[in-house]
């Protein structure tokens, strides 16, 4: 869904655009404007700050106010403090809320998020829901989450359930 | 592109100091420091041998002719900027008073000599000149000819119908020869004044010289247009001349060579395991890069400036320790190199970046290739790991182009060769040890192992990785065995190069009658007896093929020494036909192979000599590789003793 990959067979429609029809430059073109990302693992640049681990998407677009949007992401997330620490000196929670912040910082008009909640505590885990949820509607965009948490689902506007690979 | 080349030059020191680039920063700066100071030391041994050779020549290009050598040459020389000047050499009497010497009165313009130094001082020794040539009817002689004829400062001498009066001793001066007048004593003189003197006849025997001086790409045109000289005239090269001389310290520089060659392929071998660390690290990052909408132009941009930094730095440090390493290395060569080097030229410079280029590229490139092919879903797939298959292809692709790139850079195809043999080799041999290790090992039981016992069962667990480490360990304890076993055959080849009674002075012209006196001389003072050998000046005048109209075209055109002995020279080696045996009647002569192959001599064929005023001919009956080097008087055109003794010696 998210132009990461291409089906077998079919075609997937993301803002308008047939993306199995695109190249991949062209894919990345449409995720780097309009597309977030947040991850189970997190990944973040380990040798990387938290600001600059926010800064990359907006680094490849070329953008000249890339560390003022970063902050500004960091201060979302209410993580403006932790901004000069590198990834490996924040904990779960932490590097899940840069990772969010990364997420928002090209203003999507679509975030994927993948399990986002799976590598953390319940107290984490609960208070990244409650970010993500209301970066939703302070940016005003579109959540599509995979989860296995029904809790996490119900919070949802929508639920599509997936059962080896059908749609139920 | 330009985005991905912003990004890259913004994250550079973070990447370099964050590990990854580091251990491929160090190789380059090791191949670098290596390459640079082994090319800085060559090229400081070679301009120096070059300004040496120069100086022996009193130019950089000679022309010479036994006869009077058209001036056009001269205006061909000023019309390219080229300096020059004009010398005639010959034997002449001088005389003082009621006593006269043989001396080689050399005849100079004022621009002489171009190359080198000319020193004339006062009887008192306080300096007059250092270059040029003395006002016409004064003359500079050598201290040997005011000794033998008492002459004080401003004394009258006669030359040939000319009378001079002496301005200066020379102390030294460049271009000495070893020519037939050489072993004289000398005398400078104006050239204006040869006329003057009448000496100069039909057959007398002149040497007639050309000199030339001037940049290398001047010289160059000048040599392109002289297109074909007559047989008569022969070009002499400041740059042969310094190969011949610089032909020892070339063979020492073997070894820095091969030194630099190990080391050179050793930082490959690191390179590449750094850049295939480097590669599974930043597949991450690439693929976040392209899942935030880095496009292939990006990814290949941010390598690229990456790489190309790394270049930059790294070569800059590898540069600046190499000339640091070439210093040291002059300072322990300070016994063997006694001259001051010229500074080096920008070649070593070139060298080092263009060594620190391919090793770059070679190993990095097609890693390169995999991470701007990266598919961002790998990030869902958590899957950064880089396929062995591609690794293979990656490692044979380095491997070919470093033996490629070593084949051009050190132009020794057959050592290359020799190398990648062994290589391969001692690769497959260490890899079937490493394998049979991990074999054995893997029967052993680590379950309840401390210590030793886990990391050997890590050491099977990491079977590939393990071997590599067996591969490189036993690679870079391969080289070093190497490199001491040269330095030890250097070190015996030269000593043996020089026997122990080496002669450092030769006597020439001795009589016959002198032989015995001269013999009993050296018994008695030194307790050795001197090996005497003939010696005639001859001129091959012709050549021809018993039975066969050959046209010999490529005879030797000027006068060459010969001799006549019984037993083939030590330093000597018969490589065609067969030495005549003692008594034997039959007049024979046996040639050097290589002037015999550039006359296109073979045996058999009968060679008309001029010598002492006698004409004779003689068969080919052999051809002889002769070690130059030897330190034994050595000869073109050795006569078997039927034929050498009607000659006078």
């Known amino acids: 869904m998210a132009g990461l990959d291409l089906p077998t067979s079919g075609s997937v429609t993301l803002l308008g655009s047939d993306i199995t029809k695109l190249d991949e430059d062209k894919r990345a073109q449409i995720r780097g404007k309009d597309v977030g990302f947040v991850f189970q693992s997190f990944h973040l640049m380990p040798r990387l700050t938290a600001l600059d681990n926010v800064m990359l998407p907006l680094e490849i677009s070329g953008d000249r106010y890339a560390m003022d949007k970063a902050q500004e992401a960091l201060e979302q997330v209410g993580l403006s403090k932790r901004s000069k620490h590198f990834a490996t000196q924040l904990s779960g929670g932490e590097k899940q809320r840069v990772a969010i912040a990364r997420s928002i910082v090209n203003k999507p008009k679509i975030l994927f998020a993948d399990e986002p909640t799976g590598n953390l505590d319940i107290k984490s885990s609960g208070a990244i829901t409650d970010l993500l949820f209301s970066l939703k509607e302070l940016i005003n965009t579109t959540l599509v989450l995979v989860t296995h948490d029904l809790s996490l689902a119900e919070k949802c506007d929508e639920v599509f359930e997936l059962s080896e690979g059908q749609l139920l | 592109m330009s985005r991905g080349l912003v990004y890259g030059l913004k994250k550079f020191w973070s990447e370099i100091f964050s590990g990854d680039l580091l251990i491929l920063f160090f190789s380059i700066v090791l191949a670098v420091t290596s390459i640079s100071s082994v090319g800085f030391l060559g090229d400081r041994l070679k301009s120096s041998m070059q300004m040496q050779a120069s100086s022996i020549l009193g130019a950089d290009l000679v022309l010479r002719s036994a006869t009077e050598i058209d001036s056009k040459y001269l205006n061909l020389a000023s019309s390219l900027d080229l300096k020059s000047a004009e010398t005639a050499t010959f034997l002449s009497m001088i005389i003082a008073d009621e006593d006269n010497l043989l001396t080689s009165i050399k005849a100079v313009t004022p621009s002489y000599p171009l190359r080198g130094k000319l020193t004339v001082v006062n009887f008192d020794n306080s300096p007059i000149q250092h270059s040029g040539s003395p006002p016409q009817g004064s003359i500079w002689i050598e201290k040997k000819v005011s000794e033998s004829l008492e002459l004080n400062q401003s004394g009258n001498i006669i030359v040939g119908n000319k009378n001079f009066i002496v301005e200066g001793i020379i102390q030294d001066y460049p271009d000495r020869n070893s020519s037939f007048v050489g072993f004289y004593p000398v005398a400078i003189v104006n050239i204006n004044d040869v006329d003057a003197m009448g000496v100069i006849q039909t057959g007398s025997r002149v040497v007639y010289r050309q000199l030339f001086s001037g940049t290398q790409k001047n010289l160059d045109r000048f040599v392109e247009s002289l297109d074909t000289l007559p047989p008569n005239i022969r070009l002499q090269n400041a740059i042969d001349v310094g190969d011949n001389l610089g032909e020892d310290i070339a063979n020492s520089t073997i070894f820095f060579n091969l030194a630099s060659l190990f080391t050179i392929i050793i930082s490959v071998i690191a390179a590449m395991m750094a850049v295939r660390r480097y590669a599974s690290r930043n597949l991450l990052h690439t693929s976040l890069m392209k899942v935030f909408g880095a496009s292939k132009t990006f990814i290949l941009g941010h390598q690229i400036t990456q790489l190309f930094l790394l270049i930059i730095t790294a070569s800059s440090f590898g540069l600046i320790f190499g000339y640091a390493l070439q210093h040291l290395l002059i300072s322990t060569l300070q016994g063997i190199i006694n001259a001051d080097l010229p500074p080096p030229s920008f070649r070593p410079v070139i060298l080092g970046l263009i060594t620190a280029t391919f090793v770059v590229f070679a190993t990095a490139a097609p890693y390169i290739k995999i991470l701007s092919d990266t598919e961002p879903i790998r990030i869902l797939r958590n899957d950064f790991t880089i396929k062995l298959s591609s690794n293979f292809i990656i490692y044979l692709v380095a491997f070919f182009s470093m033996f490629g790139f070593l084949g051009i850079l050190f132009q020794d195809l057959k050592l290359i060769l020799y190398i990648v043999i062994t290589l391969v080799v001692v690769t497959f041999a260490l890899y079937s040890i490493g394998r049979l290790l991990l074999y054995a090992l893997s029967f052993m039981q680590f379950s309840n192992g401390t210590g030793w016992k886990l990391g050997l069962k890590n050491l099977v667990q990491r079977g590939n990785e393990s071997i590599l480490q067996v591969i490189i360990f036993g690679l870079s304890l391969l080289f070093l065995v190497v490199l001491a076993e040269t330095r030890t055959d250097l070190v015996d080849s030269w000593s043996e190069t020089l026997d122990e009674d080496t002669p ?146």
């Open chain 2, 504 to 649: 450092n002075y030769f006597l020439f012209n001795i009589q016959e009658y002198n032989l015995k006196p001269i013999s009993n001389y050296f018994e008695d003072q030194a307790q050795i007896t001197p090996d005497f050998t003939p010696l005639i000046r001859g001129r091959l005048l012709s050549a021809k093929r018993p039975g066969s109209d050959v046209n010999f075209d490529n005879l030797m055109d000027r006068e060459a020494n010969l001799t006549w002995q019984n037993l083939l020279p030590v330093s000597n080696k018969l490589v065609a036909g067969k030495w005549w045996a003692e008594g034997d009647e039959v007049k024979e002569v046996s040639v050097d192979q290589e002037i015999a192959a550039s006359m296109d001599l073979e045996i058999g064929d009968e060679l008309t000599f001029s010598a002492g005023g006698k004409t004779f001919s003689v068969s080919v009956t052999s051809f002889r590789e002769i070690e130059w080097q030897s330190f034994s008087p050595n000869f073109f055109f050795i006569l078997s003793p039927a034929a050498g003794k009607e000659l006078p010696n």
